[in-house]
């Protein structure tokens, strides 16, 4: 694996169906292209983790339509 380092490149609230409001955080692996061997060589797709502020993991379901693992249930950005 190339070296990285993970940066908060968004931020945002979001509420659930039944009014409960979450600040959902999306952090970037950012890799260095120096340390790519040769010009043939692509970076690796784009890797994101998404949490809540409290630590939650959450996967993206579209643009604006979150989902709280551990919870089981939806957010929608607001």
């Not at 999306?26 to 690796?44: E, M, N, V």
């Not at 983790?49 to 604006?64: L, V, Y």
Request: with cysteine; aromatic share 8%; glycine share 6%.
């Amino acid at each position: 694996m190339r070296p990285g380092w993970e940066e908060l490149t968004d931020e945002f609230d979001a509420v659930s169906a039944d009014g409960k409001k979450f600040h959902i955080l999306i952090y970037t692996t950012i890799f260095d292209g120096s340390s790519l061997s040769s010009q043939d060589s692509t970076p690796p797709a784009e890797l994101k983790r998404i949490c809540t502020s409290d630590g939650q993991d959450c996967n993206q379901i579209d643009e604006d339509t979150f989902e709280i693992v551990d919870l089981g249930f939806s957010v929608k950005r607001q």
